[in-house]
């Protein structure tokens, strides 16, 4: 079974100040991680992904987010956060099914309020 | 270009009543998925189709949903007999294939409210 936890459920952090939201999954085989952003009455949308290689990758809006395969960790980081960030943060393993088509868990998400 | 698009945006029905909740995805995307996402949660698989075939239903709860995509583009999502517990955001993603390594792409979702 595969499963993606997101302890955090809410993070508040001042505009400017560094951010990291964490994320664990548990998954036999190597998986393939996500990150996606969901601001309120908008559709989700993908920060990052992570398949092989560089475990460092490298996203949108200034986000970035490291792979640790022995602490089965996939944590998303941003040095800096705007106002504009508050949003919810979902982070999502895709275990590739039989026929080789994407079957993706999500976490439940961690809500990420900003303060000037 | 256009992305994904659902409607309605919003639906409120009665317990018992059919719904039908539609999805366009982005042209010439061969993958559609759908997902459910409940009021504090992450969004959770129903079924997944590729052209015009659901080859993948094991998220469907139970035999009150149902889901089609006949010409293998737009798809509808149809349930049967609402329930309360039926409540949620369902969102609609598609990817230019069912493999390789494009991620999905999400729709704004259809928020169904069942009184």
């Given at each position: 079974a595969?499963?993606?936890?997101?302890?955090d459920i809410h993070i508040?952090?001042?505009?400017?100040a560094s951010l990291?939201?964490?994320?664990?999954?548990?998954?036999?085989a190597t998986p393939y991680l996500f990150w996606y952003v969901q601001s309120p009455g908008q559709?989700?949308?993908l920060l990052l992904k992570y398949f092989s290689g560089d475990t460092l990758v490298q996203g949108i809006k200034g986000f970035e987010a490291e792979f640790k395969r022995s602490q089965s960790s996939f944590n998303l980081r941003k040095p800096s956060v705007h106002w504009s960030d508050a949003a919810e943060y979902f982070c999502a393993v895709d275990r590739r099914a039989v026929g080789g088509y994407q079957k993706v868990t999500f976490g439940t998400g961690t809500k990420l309020q900003v303060i000037p | 270009?256009?992305?994904?698009?659902?409607?309605?945006?919003?639906?409120?029905?009665?317990?018992?009543?059919?719904?039908?909740?539609?999805?366009?995805?982005?042209?010439?995307?061969?993958?559609?998925y759908?997902?459910?996402?409940?009021?504090?949660?992450?969004?959770?698989?129903?079924?997944y189709f590729q052209g015009t075939?659901?080859?993948?239903?094991?998220?469907?709860?139970?035999?009150?949903?149902?889901?089609?995509?006949?010409?293998?583009?737009?798809?509808?999502?149809?349930?049967?007999?609402?329930?309360?517990?039926d409540s949620a955001v369902y969102l609609c993603a598609s990817s230019p294939e069912a493999g390789g390594?494009?991620?999905?792409?999400?729709?704004?979702?259809?928020?169904?409210?069942?009184?």
């Open positions: 595969q499963s993606v936890t997101q302890p508040t952090v001042s505009e400017g990291e939201l964490r994320c664990n999954y548990s998954y036999g559709g989700l949308q | 270009g256009a992305g994904v698009s659902q409607t309605p945006s919003n639906k409120v029905t009665e317990k018992g009543k059919y719904v039908e909740l539609r999805c366009d995805p982005i042209s010439g995307h061969t993958a559609l759908w997902y459910r996402q409940s009021l504090g949660q992450g969004p959770e698989f129903l079924i075939g659901a080859a993948d239903d094991s998220g469907l709860p139970n035999d009150r949903f149902f889901a089609v995509r006949p010409e293998g583009s737009v798809s509808t999502l149809k349930i049967q007999r609402t329930e309360r517990g390594r494009d991620e999905q792409f999400f729709g704004p979702g259809t928020r169904l409210t069942v009184l």
